[in-house]
């Protein structure tokens, strides 16, 4: 009886030795795979982060290079600038994406799994001229996941013919996760670029800044005044026959602000949710609620906010810190804030006249009302 009890007991000791066996190799199991998963992330975040500082060093070393826009600080130059030539095969044309040459300070990127690449804009800013074009470029690059082309390329107006490889080579690298951006305020009002914009990505996302086209026409002629001494007053190049009856709407900084007939163009190819549009007035007077919206339509977090920017009373014009610690103040360069002539209030009111029908329609179309006097 005793060896029964003996042995029963030796059979249930070795039951329960079994299961601890099998907690204790599950346990194991799942600890390492935890551990492996954990570590993979870590270093894979590690690496990241390392290729965002090398670019963004790269970049501040040579804030001294010149820009085509001349509205562009210092500090705010082409990133394309500072990248070798890429090579590029033809094969990457129709993904969008050229590869890394072989520079040597790009061993220790690929070493880590990492490919920084140049690929074709996913968003356009593409007007309009005057309205702050410049400011809305300089504002949502601070973001991290934004990399933009600093000059204008005019690639859908002025260079299409040079090809989409053309095109990329303009571009900035980035890495996965970072969105490509460029400005050429006139592709708004050229006929032929909607559809080659749609040609090249129907998805692509626009974004485009307005403002009261009266102020808009006066920004224009004071910046087209700055580089030629000898240009007639303002009233008379805006109106036929020196009276304020008829407008002269083949002058130029009067036709751009018919935004209606213009923005019917880009809505035969873009459905209205792939356009964004800013007001040009409010992006001065509260830059990051426009910014907020900004990076909503792009599907970014929301980095750049109101501890970005402070309104410098020198210039008359917000400005922004480059980062949240507020350490380097940026204003934009002396072409952008100018001071606008002295027009006559009648002439004024007459292109208020003039732009009422145009901007009723445009409220119309975007479905926003801007509220232009
Ligand atoms: P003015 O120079 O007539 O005032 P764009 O960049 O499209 O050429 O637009 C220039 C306009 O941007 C300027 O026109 C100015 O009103 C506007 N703007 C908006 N935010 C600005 C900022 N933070 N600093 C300077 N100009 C700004």
Redesign the pocket.
């Known amino acids: 009886m005793y060896v029964s009890i003996w042995c029963h007991n030796l059979n249930l000791s070795s039951r329960s030795l079994a299961i601890a066996l099998v907690v204790c190799v599950t346990l194991v199991y799942f600890s390492y795979s935890f551990n492996a998963c954990l570590f993979e992330s870590i270093s894979r975040s590690l690496q990241q982060s390392n290729l965002r500082n090398l670019l963004t060093l790269q970049r501040r070393n040579v804030s001294s290079e010149p820009v085509k826009d001349a509205?562009t600080a210092p500090e705010a130059t082409s990133s394309t600038a500072i990248m070798p030539n890429s090579t590029g095969s033809a094969a990457s044309i129709g993904s969008g994406i050229a590869s890394v040459d072989g520079a040597p300070k790009y061993q220790m990127l690929r070493q880590q799994g990492l490919r920084p690449s140049r690929h074709l804009p996913d968003t356009l800013i593409i007007g309009v001229?005057?309205?702050?074009?410049?400011?809305l470029l300089e504002f949502i690059r601070l973001h991290p996941d934004v990399r933009a082309a600093g000059s204008e390329v005019h690639f859908f107006d002025r260079h299409y013919q040079r090809g989409l490889r053309w095109y990329r080579h303009h571009m900035p690298y980035t890495i996965e996760g970072q969105i490509t951006m460029e400005k050429t305020?006139s592709y708004f009002v050229t006929k032929e670029v909607p559809q080659r914009v749609y040609h090249m990505n129907p998805a692509t996302k626009l974004l485009i800044?307005v403002r009261d086209p009266v102020t808009r026409a006066i920004?224009d002629y004071?910046?087209a005044a700055s580089k030629k001494a000898d240009m007639k007053r303002f009233e008379q190049l805006a109106f036929v026959n020196g009276s304020y009856s008829v407008v002269d709407t083949n002058w130029g900084p009067v036709k751009i602000g018919v935004y209606a007939r213009y923005l019917e163009h880009w809505i035969l190819y873009f459905p209205l949710s792939q356009l964004l549009f800013i007001s040009?007035e409010r992006?001065?007077m509260d830059?990051a609620y426009e910014i907020g919206r900004v990076q909503d339509f792009l599907g970014l977090k929301r980095v750049v906010t109101e501890k970005h920017f402070y309104f410098n009373a020198t210039?008359g014009?917000?400005?922004l810190f480059k980062s949240e610690a507020r350490s380097t103040p940026h204003?934009?360069g002396k072409?952008?804030?100018?001071n606008?002539p002295h027009i006559d209030a009648n002439a004024i009111e007459r292109l208020r006249e003039f732009y009422r029908p145009f901007n009723n329609k445009f409220y119309q179309l975007t479905g926003i009302n801007f509220a232009w006097p």
């Open positions: 509205g001229k005057k309205s702050g074009t410049r400011a305020p800044v920004s004071t910046q040009g992006l001065i830059p210039k014009f917000p400005c204003c934009l072409t952008k804030g100018r606008h």
